[in-house]
């Protein structure tokens, strides 16, 4: 989902994973929000990587990122749950699977709402998934929940719960498709109100939202499932453009629901930066608290990056645009040891970053010689991100963290937020990742932005 910086509500143009608003014709059957899975670094015809000429002077040494020793204390450390997208379930499967003792909850993020009575699967979902997770949760405890996007058209949604004949009927759609697929509860991601419809709107839909999520819970509640909501951040109480979106009213659900699931990532999207800088996330746990009680706060962290299409020189083969796409960290290193490149730690931001180039080489519409050399810049989370984050919710008394896209996450992952649920106040990291010195004839890496 899309995301402002600071405390300043900047429109932006991606998902969590990938150019969604944008609605790529390679992922148009995907949802409007949460988009995720790695894009192709190359279409059709010859694409070649420039090698980028680098001396890396490396040594294996310790990282260490120390805390304040004060002693800490809480009932339980926080705890884990993740939504799953359907064109990665398979992986998410298998995470799920392997460390389901860690789990709460996971959600299959694989239905939408299209219509006040219309909820149900996205196409090429997998009717077996559910039923799977649910085999693979056994008698874990750990719950499977339903993600419903609001897949409707921009003011359709809010058109629908200012009604409350057709608010009932939602609600009661609702709940009839949970009870059918046997769901423990839901969770909502209902994003049009933030990005799609006009601010202009916001005053009419906060109301009409809290009056439907109230309803909601109420019904859900009946039949002993729960009801989670994730949206986008909200700095404070108040309803101006320093205030996040302001429209989900925390303040109101907070009371109503059992978690919402802060979206606390995809800070940089229309221009390199990182994809959720701790200090910023820092920022808008300690505003949320403020409004919510912190046993109803879930963490959204996430476990993906984003690779940036910058400047080009030359001309591009009109069929090879080049494109920003997101990226797992497993794929970014990959990618940063094909070039030759060690990845450059912010620790303000606490991620990982490089840059590389991508010279393209194919035709024009005449059939002539075209080639470019595009400068490419790679921002993401790796083990090391997703511990800091977990630390915050630790340490602020969250109830938990929520990863996305579960399937994009990796070993080091779990062993982070262990270490971070278990109180340990030192990252211990045997590394080559230092800065390295780069000589290149067509690019630098780029200095981190904290």
């Known amino acids: 989902m899309r995301q402002g910086r600071a405390t300043t509500v900047v429109a932006m143009d991606e ?14 059957d995907r949802p409007a929000s949460h988009r995720g899975g790695d894009a192709p670094r190359s279409k059709l015809g010859l694409i070649v990587i420039a090698l980028v000429g680098a001396l890396v002077v490396g040594a294996v040494v310790a990282f260490s990122l120390h805390r304040n020793a004060t002693p800490w204390s809480r009932a339980t450390p926080v705890t884990v749950s993740g939504w799953v ?14 460390h389901v003792g ?19 699967p996205y196409p090429n979902v997998d009717p077996a998934a559910a039923a799977q997770f ?49 769901f423990a509860g839901i969770d909502l991601d209902y994003e049009n109100f933030a990005f799609n419809d006009g601010r202009d709107t916001w005053d009419s839909t906060r109301p009409n939202w809290v009056a439907f999520v109230t309803e909601l819970a109420d019904a859900l509640h009946k039949q002993h499932r729960t009801l989670t909501v994730s949206a986008p951040y909200v700095l404070d109480g108040k309803q101006t453009s320093d205030s996040g979106y302001w429209v989900y009213d925390y303040a109101a659900i907070g009371k109503v629901v059992d978690r919402i699931r802060i979206m606390a990532y995809d800070y940089s999207t229309t221009e390199p930066g990182p994809i959720a800088p701790l200090s910023w996330v820092r920022a808008v746990v ?17 476990v993906y990056g984003r690779d940036w299409a910058g400047d080009i020189v030359g001309t591009c083969p009109p069929d090879q645009t080049p ?8 794929n970014a290193e990959t990618l940063a040891a094909s070039e030759g490149i060690v990845p450059m730690w912010a620790d303000h931001s606490a991620e990982r970053t490089f840059t590389y180039t991508q010279q393209i080489v194919g035709t024009d519409v005449t059939g002539a010689a075209a080639s470019c050399t595009v400068t ?12 800091e984050r977990a630390w915050v919710a630790e340490r602020q008394d969250l109830s938990g963290v929520a990863l996305f896209p579960l399937g994009s996450d990796v070993p080091a992952m779990w062993q982070a937020i262990d270490l971070a649920r278990a109180n340990t106040t030192l990252w211990p990291v045997a590394s080559t990742l230092v800065p390295p010195t780069i000589v290149s004839t067509s690019t630098t890496v780029v200095a981190p932005v904290p």
């Open 85 to 98: 997208p359907y064109w990665q379930a398979s992986a998410g499967l298998t995470s799920f699977s392997t």
């Open 134 to 182: 649910v085999a693979a949760a056994g008698s874990s405890g750990a719950a499977v929940t339903a993600s419903v996007v609001d897949d409707t058209k921009p003011d359709v949604m809010a058109q629908i719960l200012s009604e409350p004949q057709s608010r009932a009927l939602h609600v009661q759609t609702i709940v009839q498709f949970a009870a059918a697929n046997n």
């Open 376 to 387: 490419r810049t790679v921002w993401y989370s790796d083990a090391q991100s997703v511990y």
């Open 15 to 28: 998902t969590p994973a990938a150019l969604r608003r944008g609605r790529d014709a390679s992922h148009h």
């Open 323 to 330: 494109k920003t796409h997101t990226i797992s960290a497993t």
């Open 286 to 302: 300690v505003a949320t608290k403020k409004l919510v009680p912190a046993s109803k706060l879930v963490l959204g962290i996430p």
């Open 102 to 120: 860690e789990f709460a909850d996971v959600s299959m993020f694989a239905y939408r709402a299209t219509a006040a009575d219309a909820v149900g």
